[in-house]
């Protein structure tokens, strides 16, 4: 919206600034970390109050979580897509349609997630409405995304998968692009949905890949750094750092409330879309397996549970003390701030490798 005011710069300079993206980025961080400060404590305080209980907390996890856990109330994934999304209608270009794509996969996600966070705290059980129901759901508007941002983005490169440290064209996928789009966005989300599992945990980490691709997205959407670090250029997807820098200030102003011990969970509202937000933005740079880098700890999240389902029905043993892998490291004594920032420290040397892929070829 503000966008437009860039149209003014020919007749008053100083409105020039809200052409630049990199304004326009700052403007997203601040407007959505002043959202969720402003309108946080009275969310919090109407979500306690609804929900009573407040979350469920598993009966067969760390057993401290009963205690300090018990209560607090979940769906903290309202006060971020609520400034997040506010941010980015208020600072992006609204002809982008990368953005728009984006905007659709996280509010998607963002509902599917609400819903089961609702059935959670009605039924007063940490499960919700049937995983393949939901995967399903999610399945559908993941390959609508990826079919949107294909047929927006330039044919040469449309259907490639494009590899990290790699100079050159990528491998052809051809219509198995979509289900490739599809299973990076919805494996995103339920990633980012099985880290959120500790007071901090998950938002910092998605705070850092979201900053990550708010770089990636400038310097893709760019001819002349894209040619200089000879990685594909995809006309549009600068604008997408807009989009992550309001992810980034709503994860702020999150995290101000979920920082231990916390005042309110993220939920599956927030884990869904935040991942599905980041899947989307990557499918869009051309950059998804950068993602896996940069998310390595989402991915680590991710297999540890797999192994484990995995390893007691073949055997009737497990690998971890209990999964995700997070928690096994609270059962061997770790204190939660210490997996917690641990895992932080891990996302962010991950981070920086993933980084080092847009120079080295």
């Known amino acids: 919206m503000l966008y437009l005011l860039g149209q003014l710069g020919e007749s008053l300079t100083a409105f020039n600034v809200f052409r630049y993206i990199t304004f326009r980025t700052a403007g997203a961080v601040v ?3 002043f959202f969720v400060f402003l309108f946080g404590p009275g969310m919090i305080a109407g979500l306690r109050v609804r929900q009573g209980g407040g979350q469920p907390i598993r009966e067969d996890g760390p057993q401290g979580h009963l205690l300090t856990k018990k209560g607090t109330p979940t769906m903290g994934g309202l006060m971020i897509l609520a400034g997040a999304v506010s941010s980015i209608l208020l600072w992006s270009n609204l002809a982008n349609l990368y953005v728009w794509a984006v905007l659709f996969v996280t509010i998607s996600f963002g509902a599917i997630g609400l819903y089961d966070d609702y059935l959670k705290v009605k039924r007063m059980s940490h499960k919700g409405f049937a995983g393949w129901q939901r995967l399903a759901i999610e399945g559908v508007v993941a390959l609508i ?3 949107v941002i294909a047929s927006i983005t330039d044919p040469a490169i449309a259907h490639s998968l494009m ?5 050159g064209s990528g491998l052809p996928l051809y219509y198995g692009f979509y289900i490739f789009a599809g299973f990076v966005i919805v494996s995103a989300g339920n990633s980012v949905n099985l880290t959120d599992g500790l007071d901090g945990l998950a ?3 998605v705070m850092v890949a979201a900053a990550c691709f708010g770089l990636i997205a400038y310097l893709v959407g760019s001819a002349t750094f894209s040619e200089y670090l000879f990685i594909n250029f995809v006309p549009g997807t600068a ?4 989009v992550c820098g309001a992810l980034i200030g709503a994860g702020l ?4 409330f979920n920082a231990p011990p916390a005042q309110i969970f993220m939920g599956d509202t927030g884990s869904l879309a935040l991942g599905g937000a980041l899947g989307t933005i990557a499918v869009a740079t051309k950059h998804e397996l950068v993602l896996a880098i940069i998310g390595g700890l989402f991915v680590l999240e991710t297999v540890s549970v797999i192994v484990q389902v995995v390893s007691f029905k073949l055997t009737g043993k497990r690998v971890f003390k209990m999964a995700p892998i997070h928690h096994h490291f609270e059962m ?3 204190t939660e701030s ?3 920032i641990r895992f932080w420290i891990i996302s962010f040397v991950l981070a920086l490798i993933g980084l080092s892929s847009l120079k080295l070829r």
């Open 163 to 167: 590899f990290p440290f790699i100079k």
């Open 31 to 33: 407007t959505a970390l």
């Open 338 to 340: 210490q997996v917690v």
């Open 253 to 256: 102003g999150f995290l101000w």
């Open 239 to 242: 604008e997408l750092s807009v």
């Open 145 to 147: 995304a990826g079919y």
């Open 203 to 205: 938002i910092v980490p």
């Open 332 to 334: 061997m004594g770790w």
